[in-house]
């Protein structure tokens, strides 16, 4: 990836230079489209609903009624492969590289349809009950087998619980005892061994189906082990001989236990159902439009699939017929993969842009007449923006922004990114640097994903849209943070058909997390725009109070110190006996090490981050930036740690959504936090 990020820098800044001779103000002006039409007013885009509660709904269903479906033949997922199959006429539906240099092949919807049908007759023939009862693993990379895998398991109303690649063994082995799981399907010997691993834990785990092949070491294990080990292509071979009827489900039945990785304990089980999953993701293609996927469409599949933000984008491309290509799941290849299958729609995720627009300022630094040209052009295109004009054919994108639209494929008109704010400078450069439609939605896996989304054509920034027609949002009072709903500001809550059925197994959790009303408590502090759209502005979940008994919010503050140039990640700690906050701070490697050059400053990346002038430099740096966003002085930190090395999931400072593991930071870091409040006494 960084490889990748490399190259959208470097080419940018040649590419930037050498076209500028040929910007012509009146070639250009003809180049532009019509401008897009929002469908709804866009001063209005949400709308209060009677009674105490002030909800508030979408626009599209302003009577206060929900979203079920868009498609009467696709009210499960097991039938919206069927439909995809009929709108694209048997068009390609997965796509894959059997080889890292290959190119794509691919398999047509009828040709998924036909493996399913096999690969569910299979699992009966090996003994799986079909039906709720029936709770199957999934522990594979995104690949054609997956989704066969998931279709399979819907085609014979089973559970599909898919088992995160990055959860690790103990937390698989937690999930497994937990969904009573007596067959899991896996891709590789890597994932077998942590399965096989913890076997003597998982009494009940009986079965393992292999996509690949499998050592005749493993094999001996796992027969010592009591575990039955089957090929993939063995189950659909037995499933070709020993066809059945399926078992379809219905709206109602669940189709999928998705587990949450959480910051602190066990992992919860979300149950999800067909009618939620359909509602949610027909709430998102009603809100879309014409501008929406369709069966043209190419979706470049990279995310997990074992998140619900990876699988409702898939559903919204198999309703409409289009097609899913898969990476080849390392992320050095991403960007091949990438420039070979040529997608039209990608998930992306705030940390990947903001990585891209990084990589392409950098390109430009340093070069007054490349800095003016990209300013220009920006400029140019963010009021093109304001006309509601979307385009990335104009003279700007041919000379001046090309190579960051191909390195992307070159034929990318619709992103939707998700999972984590996005700063509001990165979306406005990247809707200009792109020429794409880029649509940012909020939710959480307790609401299948989306719950809000930004409208079409609605180019401003700071805010996440108004509520989807498939849920109402109200917000309610916060009283110990200052935020109260009679002023359109407090803790946001969701109740509509998007809403989870409750955590597997866990009606304590659940009764924590729904009311008896039915509104889902999401802990993310919301106010309502003028505009009826919803700006998220602070978190409750992780609030704590100091001695002179200040509430703080850590990761407002880790949201506005991120805007340094010279901050990567960051953790913003205080305890209750402190007045005062701390921080430990991963800077960012070239952007610090440009200005050390600057200041005379040499070392090792190590002692760089313990010089004690790059420390005050970087604290003066943020304490400013504070200021400016209306930081209190007790929600200012007084003293910091550089840490060398990226937080990430394989230290187990990350989840496996990416956001910070704030208990296993405050454990490692522990040293550092008592020695810099020794300091400060």
């Known amino acids: 990836m960084e490889d990748y990020l490399q190259y959208i820098g470097s080419v940018f800044g040649a590419a930037a230079l050498s076209g500028a001779a040929a910007v012509a103000t009146s070639f250009y002006m003809s180049t532009l489209p019509p401008p897009l039409t929002p469908t709804v007013d866009l001063t209005k885009q949400s709308k209060e609903l009677p009674g105490p509660d002030r909800a508030r709904t979408s626009r599209y269903y302003p009577d206060g009624k929900l979203l079920e479906y868009c498609f009467e033949d696709a009210r499960t997922l097991y039938q919206i492969m069927h439909r995809g199959a009929k709108v694209s006429n048997n068009g390609p539906c997965l796509g894959w590289r059997p080889t890292k240099d290959s190119s794509y092949s691919y398999m047509s919807y009828n040709e998924v349809l036909e493996r399913v049908k096999n690969f569910s007759a299979g699992l009966v023939h090996f003994g799986m009950k079909p039906g709720q009862e029936t709770f199957i693993g999934l522990y594979a990379r995104n690949c054609p087998e997956w989704v066969i895998t998931e279709h399979a398991c819907f085609r014979q109303s089973a559970v599909l619980v898919p088992l995160y690649d990055t959860l690790g ?47 005749d070491t493993l094999r001996v294990k796992a027969k010592t082990l009591g575990i039955k080990l089957i090929s993939f292509l063995e189950v659909e071979e037995a499933g070709k001989l020993h066809p059945c009827q399926p078992l379809l489900p219905s709206p109602p039945d669940i189709c999928t236990v998705c587990y949450t990785s959480g910051t602190t304990g066990d992992p919860k089980g979300v149950v999800l159902s067909h009618a939620n999953l359909v509602s949610c993701s027909s709430a998102v293609v009603l809100t879309m439009g014409v501008h929406g996927p369709n069966s043209s469409d190419c979706f470049m599949s990279y995310l997990p699939l074992a998140h619900m933000f990876e699988r409702v984008c898939q559903v919204i491309a198999y309703m409409s017929g289009g097609c899913v290509g898969f990476s080849q799941g390392n992320i050095k290849l991403l960007t091949d993969d990438i420039k070979t299958f040529k997608p039209t729609f990608i998930p992306v995720v705030p940390r990947l842009l903001n990585r891209i627009y990084d990589q392409v300022q950098n390109g430009v630094k340093g070069s007054k007449l490349k800095k003016w040209i990209m300013d220009m052009a920006l400029l140019s295109k ?180 991120l805007s340094s140039p010279y901050v990567l990640q960051i953790f913003v700690y205080g305890e209750s006996l402190k007045s005062c906050l701390v921080g430990i701070i991963v800077p960012d490697q070239k952007m610090l090490k440009d200005w050390c050059k600057a200041n005379e400053i040499e070392g090792s990346w190590r002692e760089i981050c313990e010089n004690k002038a790059v420390k005050k430099m970087i604290l003066t740096d943020i304490t400013e930036l504070g200021k400016k966003a209306g930081l209190k002085s007790f929600e200012q930190i007084k003293d910091l740690y550089l840490h060398p090395e990226l937080f990430s999931i394989e230290n187990g400072l990350l989840t496996p959504t990416l956001k910070t593991k704030r208990p296993d930071c405050r454990k490692l870091f522990m040293p550092q936090i008592e020695a810099m409040y020794r300091h400060l006494d």
Not at 193 to 199: R, V
Not at 423 to 441: D, K, P, Q, Y
Not at 453 to 470: E, F, I, N, R
Not at 485 to 514: H, M, R, S
Request: charge should be neutral; proline fraction near 5%; hydrophobic fraction near 40%.
């Open 382 to 561: 963010q009021s093109e923006l304001e006309r509601h004009i979307v385009t990335n054919r104009s003279v700007w994108d041919r000379f001046v922004f090309k190579p960051v639209q191909e390195s992307l494929g070159g034929r990318v008109r619709l992103m939707v990114t998700g999972s984590a704010p996005l700063a509001s400078n990165v979306l406005t450069f990247l809707r200009c640097a792109l020429g794409c439609t880029i649509i940012e939605g909020y939710g959480q896996t307790e609401s299948v994903a989306p719950s809000t989304m930004t409208l079409v054509g609605d180019y401003s920034v700071g805010h996440v849209g108004p509520p989807l027609p498939c849920c109402h949002i109200k917000l309610i009072d916060v009283p110990e943070m200052e935020y109260f709903a009679i002023n359109g500001q407090g803790e946001v809550c969701i109740k509509g058909l998007n809403v989870f059925q409750g955590y597997l197994n866990d009606p304590v959790k659940t009764a924590e997390t729904i009311d008896k009303e039915g509104w889902l408590h999401t802990g993310d502090i919301g106010m309502w725009m003028e505009n009826g759209a919803l700006r998220i502005v602070d978190r409750k979940k992780h609030i704590f109070k100091l001695a002179q008994g200040e509430y703080i919010a850590p990761e407002k503050i880790e949201n506005i110190y």
């Open 169 to 215: 063994p103990n937390a698989c082995s937690y999930i497994i005892n937990q969904a009573k799981i007596k067959l899991v399907v896996c891709d590789d010997e890597n994932k077998l061994k942590n399965i096989l691993s913890e076997a003597p834990n998982t009494p009940q785990l009986k079965q393992v189906i292999v996509m690949n092949k499998v050592s």
